[in-house]
């Protein structure tokens, strides 16, 4: 199973981009899925998430009200719809995807990122 980020790139500060995930299995098969983000010198941080059961969602309190998460199992994808950019978003983005559906048992992918620039 692979992640595939797109939708990286150069944004002015207040602008929006979509962040794409696609999972070259089922996304379904994989029960939380989420986006973090790392800088330069800091360690990776979890920006949001969404569980398959339920869709029950969590963002860090840095991105909230600007960005949306979101999963589309039929298209295997997840999404991160970022508004309102500023740039303190300047990072590069991880899809990350776990299952967790056998007891005992933690399978754990990581897209390759991309790159978000926000220029002011």
């Known amino acids: 199973v692979q992640l595939v980020e797109s939708g990286g790139g150069l944004v002015q500060a207040g602008g929006s981009l979509r962040l794409s995930c696609t999972v070259s299995?089922?996304?379904?098969?994989?029960?939380?899925m989420g986006w973090y983000r790392q800088t330069p010198g800091k360690q990776r941080e979890l920006v949001a998430s969404?569980?398959?059961?339920?869709?029950?969602?969590y963002y860090a309190d840095s991105v909230k009200g600007r960005f949306t998460i979101s999963r589309d199992n039929s298209k295997n994808t997840m999404y991160l719809q970022m508004n309102s950019l500023k740039p303190e978003d300047t990072a590069v983005y991880f899809c990350?995807?776990?299952?967790?559906?056998?007891?005992?048992?933690?399978?754990?992918?990581w897209g390759q990122g991309t790159l978000v620039t926000v220029s002011s």
């Open positions: 969404i569980t398959s059961h339920d869709g029950s969602t």
């Open positions: 299995g089922s996304s379904s098969s994989f029960n939380y």
């Open positions: 990350n995807a776990v299952n967790t559906l056998v007891p005992g048992i933690r399978v754990e992918v």
